[in-house]
């Protein structure tokens, strides 16, 4: 038997929300093609940096004004001198790119996912 998972506890450990890219720029120390983002998650986060390796399917002039989910909550990490303090979420095409998660209708910055 397996044993009993609460999934929902679980999840409600992670705090998701919508954001909105109002800085993209190339990240050229990062050890794989990334950007660096500011993006602003509403006037209870304000602007979070994050780093992000989407360079595949995403142009820099593409990003600003595009909206996100990330995980808000997690700890700060440090990338090649560059505090990264949201993880912004996105999944794998058949090629190990990263495609984003985003809404598909606009949303206010600070949305909670849940």
């Not at 397996?2 to 120390?29: M, N």
Request: proline share 8%; no cysteine.
């Amino acid at each position: 038997m397996k044993p009993f998972v609460d999934y929902h506890t679980s999840f409600d450990l992670l705090d998701i929300r919508v954001g909105t890219i109002v800085k993209a720029e190339p990240f050229p120390r990062a050890k794989k093609p990334s950007y660096r983002l500011e993006i602003d998650f509403g006037p209870e986060l304000g602007i979070r940096r994050s780093s992000a390796q989407i360079t595949a399917h995403y142009a820099i002039e593409d990003l600003k004004g595009r909206q996100i989910i990330a995980v808000v909550n997690f700890p700060s990490r440090n990338i090649a001198g560059f505090l990264s303090e949201v993880l912004v979420l996105g999944v794998y095409d058949t090629d190990q790119n990263v495609v984003l998660l985003t809404p598909d209708k606009p949303l206010p910055d600070g949305s909670v996912i849940g």
